[in-house]
């Protein structure tokens, strides 16, 4: 496929309805705000990747058809980002974004991916979605990575597949998709003492306190059978999510039995509940922070753990403190949107490049409900270097649930008894070996 075809494929994407709504609509939703900290970084914002492993060798022609028409759903994911003074803006970008076969994953708004804010790389059977935060958060891409597997996929065995709510390519874009999240909403006078700082006294892991954003990051990748995972989950109350994060709470007090201070689970919490723009794909996410004061040991601390989990969850996904919580992340932003130089707002931001959050962050992405077409699919992962401390990402799909251990430190202490408490309870998983790995900053 030569480059003018590829140019000519791209240009026709805003021929389109959807492509004219994007363009007209672009102008008026062009600042970036609730993504704010994901910019003004002084060395720019590492990559978020979603890697997906193949049943077959991925063909780069019918790759390259399936972005042009999953674009055709989603055209403002081709934006690129430009400074303007202090602040960043999103435009139109010009130029195509074009798929590549390499190994190492390409720089977010270079010249190496025509300044686009996404980019479609693939190695073998392996495929590589990255994107920029500061654009879309997990929620906000997964519709396009399903769009494009279901295009993907079903020319390449040839079939088509039926598979509910996959937005297709002459599918209407709402304009609520392009708006940004905190718009239209009240302000609400919120007292200094309105909430209480859970990680303030929450046990940090002593790995996490030598920590150098510029350093390689560690992953650990664990593949577990979602029957029987999900059979002790439900036996004890507990959601995907809640499941893990208590396993890992009770690998860290195996690992430290001594501590005393609370484990921190911050789970990843999507706002767009208490919003007006339920339906934006840009970055919407705080965390709902919960702490374990003592060990668990026993099915029944497990079971009554996983069940105030619950109950602190809903309270905190009430839309009354949703916008509590949005508000306050407003006066951040407001903060760092007045700032005048763009060397004021780096400096500002440049506390994010080290924050530690207490004891460690886990995001769950859902299912990847693609139906028969995951049968093509033998893992999904997703991960983003520079974690301080520990992180989890997880996904599921084609019956397994994908767990990514991502770490500032080498050993693996966590891991092998997050591992051993998995066998414990006689749930079926597999391990890889320690991965040593990078994703790259974006030029923004």
């Known amino acids: 496929m030569t480059t003018s075809i590829k140019q000519n494929a791209y240009q026709e994407l805003f021929n389109t309805p959807n492509g004219k709504t994007y363009l007209a609509e672009l102008p008026k939703v062009s600042k970036i705000f609730s993504g704010q900290s994901f910019l003004y970084r002084q060395h720019g914002t590492r990559s978020m990747v979603i890697d997906i492993r193949l049943t077959d060798v991925i063909d780069q022609e019918l790759l390259q058809i399936a972005v042009n028409r999953s674009l055709q759903r989603y055209p403002y994911l081709s934006s690129m980002l430009v400074r303007e003074d202090a602040h960043y803006n999103l435009t139109h970008d010009p130029l195509p974004l074009i798929v590549a ?44 990575v399903r769009t494009l597997l279901y295009y993907y996929i079903s020319s390449k065995v040839g079939l088509l597949y039926g598979v ?65 995972f999900m059979t002790f989950a439900k ?90 919580t949005i508000n306050k992340m407003q006066q951040l932003f407001d903060t760092l949107d007045a700032l005048d130089s763009f060397q004021e707002k780096q400096k500002m931001m440049s506390a994010f490049d080290t924050n530690l959050i207490n004891t ?19 893992e999904v992962h997703t991960y983003m270097s520079g974690t301080n401390g520990l992180s989890v990402q997880m996904l599921a799909a084609n019956h397994k649930l994908f767990i990514d251990i991502l770490q500032s430190f080498s050993s693996d202490i966590y891991v092998k008894e997050f591992r051993n408490i998995l066998q414990e309870n006689h749930i079926k998983y597999n391990s890889l070996n320690k991965k040593t790995f990078q994703t790259p900053y974006s030029l923004f």
């Open 101 to 144: 076969q390499q190994h190492s994953l390409r720089v977010l708004g270079s010249k190496d991916v025509n300044y686009h804010l996404i980019d479609i790389t693939f190695e073998q059977k392996r495929l590589f979605v990255s994107y920029h935060h500061a654009l879309v958060d997990g929620r906000g891409i997964m519709p396009f």
């Open 164 to 228: 509910p709510k996959v937005n297709l390519a002459n599918d209407p874009l709402s304009i609520d998709e392009m708006q940004e999240p905190f718009s239209n909403l009240p302000k609400l006078k919120i007292p200094r003492n309105s909430t209480q700082d859970h990680g303030k006294n929450s046990y940090s892991l002593p790995e996490s306190r030598a920590f150098d954003p510029q350093a390689d990051s560690y992953r650990f990748e664990t593949v577990i059978d979602q029957t029987s």
């Open 235 to 324: 036996a004890h109350n507990a959601t995907p999510a809640i499941a893990i994060g208590i396993m890992l709470e009770q690998a860290i007090h195996r690992a430290h039995p001594k501590t005393t201070d609370p484990v921190m689970v911050n789970l990843a919490s999507d706002l767009r509940s208490g919003i007006t723009y339920q339906k934006t794909t840009r970055n919407c996410v705080n965390s709902i922070s919960l702490p374990i004061n003592t060990p668990i040991t026993t099915d029944s601390d497990f079971t009554e753990t996983a069940t105030a989990f619950r109950k602190q969850i809903q309270l905190q996904k009430k839309p009354e403190y949703i916008l509590q």
């Open 360 to 378: 460690f962050v886990l995001s769950y992405s859902g299912q990847l409900r693609l139906g028969s077409l995951e049968k093509y699919i033998d």
